[in-house]
């Protein structure tokens, strides 16, 4: 495991000085916000509203209170505000595991609930909490940081980039015809309770396998199963386990259903969450959700873009499928992510990496042996092997090959980096299995 100080020292560290300072000089006021300060209601109402959600209500708050200890939140305060109380912006931020290609993780800053009040836009606020924020996690011994967005243009300014991507798949039930196996072992219903107890012990043990995935706090278990007290029509979430032959259960799947009233057999299913840890599992489970009865649709996201499902059913033309970014990281130390995974080739590879922010900036070879494994050094300019692949690029593109989403040879085609053998470079930073992250937060 991931040695845990580094939970320990983003907590017990303060705001980053120097935003700050910046903050201050607007007549505004940066500061923590425990979970157990009187503020911190008005701190996730501000959050709500950002993220476009009702008011929240005094059992919503405890709910959230209850399962955010693992989070560091911090708030824009404006002391000539009507309500000098409530933030005009906020963050949080945790210590989180990044899984990289090798069935490896790497320790993670992980970053969310970024808000803007519109009252306050264009006065620099969220680039003093964002760049402070990574202030603050370098600092403290992070490699990298990691978020979701709502809005996809906001954060290569800060060196983030898409490292994986998330499908959405809306399937005519109707049309699809399965053609996958037929898994022996056997799937039964199961209570919301005993669903949210097996999505965490399942995920814990194949999310290494998977680039991109990350370690799930515990609430957002609660919110795809159903068993947070202050969830909105929890009851209506449904959830079945798959068990193999040796009597071990393997997968799960949380799903809903919504009644066409004026065609009951036009109803329609989404998938809320399914989770595979075999083969036979993910065939058993979709297999499953294809054959509902009376459900004519069925709709789920943040799927992978190489979803075997494709290839399960006999009219591929039946399932709609779109992708969109979800899953951003931004390298902060390039030594560390770089040793951190396996790679498709070997090869040898100088890096030249620009970074606005100045994090990842310096020229670095990457080395990789017969078995996939990686050393990264600091390189001088006059050092450079004869046999190296030459790559120059930013940090947000570095950042976006880091999980093996994208490949070199894309990049050299769009202008967004330079290199010597773009096709080499796209061998080596390959990797078989496609990044994905199943979940938001």
């Known amino acids: 495991m991931i040695d845990d100080s580094l939970s320990r020292d983003l907590h017990a560290t303060d705001v980053s000085e120097a935003s700050a300072v910046r903050l201050a000089a607007r007549g505004l006021e940066l500061r923590r916000v425990p979970g157990t300060d009187d503020g911190f209601p008005a701190w996730l109402q501000v959050v709500a509203r950002g993220f476009l959600d009702g008011i929240r209500s005094p059992a919503q708050i405890e709910a959230v209170r209850e399962r955010s200890a693992y989070r560091r939140a911090t708030g824009v305060y404006d002391p000539s505000a009507p309500d000098p109380h409530a933030p005009v912006a906020t963050l949080a931020s ?55 967005v709502s809005e996809s243009p906001l954060y290569g300014r800060y060196g983030f980039a898409p490292a994986a991507f998330g499908a959405s798949w809306r399937i005519d039930a109707r049309r699809a015809g399965w053609i996958g196996p037929t898994p022996s072992g056997r799937v039964d219903f199961i209570s919301r309770e005993r669903v949210r107890e097996l999505l965490a012990t399942v995920h814990e043990r194949i999310r290494r396998a998977v680039p991109g995935e990350v370690d799930v706090p515990g609430g957002h278990w609660d919110a795809i199963a159903g068993t947070r007290p202050d969830l909105e029509k929890a009851e209506q979430r449904r959830a079945v386990q798959y068990t193999d032959d040796e009597g071990e259960v393997r997968g799960a799947l949380v799903y809903t259903v919504q009644e066409n009233e004026a065609d009951f057999a036009a109803s329609r299913a989404h998938v809320h969450y399914l989770l595979a840890e075999t083969p036979d599992a993910y065939a058993a489970l979709w297999r499953f959700v294809l054959s509902l009865d009376l459900i004519a649709e069925i709709t789920a996201d943040q799927l992978s873009v190489e979803e075997p499902l494709r ?59 017969d078995d996939g494994a990686a050393a990264v050094t600091p390189l001088a300019p006059e050092d450079i092997p004869a046999d190296a692949v030459g790559l120059a690029l930013g940090v947000e593109e570095l950042s976006a090959l880091f999980l093996g989403g994208v490949s070199a040879t894309t990049l050299a085609y769009a202008g967004r980096i330079r290199s010597t053998d773009a096709d080499a470079a796209g061998r080596i930073f390959s990797w078989p299995t496609a990044p994905r992250l199943s979940i938001w937060y």
């Open 94 to 148: 945790w210590r989180g595991e990044l899984s990289v290609p090798g069935d490896a993780a790497i320790a993670a800053c992980a970053i969310s609930s970024v808000t803007v009040s519109p009252t306050h836009r264009r006065r620099g606020i969220a680039r003093a909490l964002l760049e402070g924020e990574l202030d603050v996690a370098r600092s403290t011994g992070f490699p990298v940081a990691m978020l979701t």
């Open 311 to 369: 290839w399960m059913i006999a009219d591929q033309r039946a399932a709609t499928v779109s992708v969109r970014d979800h899953q951003y990281v931004r390298i902060l130390d390039v030594a560390t992510c770089l040793s951190s995974r396996r790679y498709g080739a070997p090869g040898a590879v100088v890096l030249e990496v620009s970074d606005p922010l100045g994090y990842a900036e310096g020229r670095w070879l990457l080395r990789v042996a």
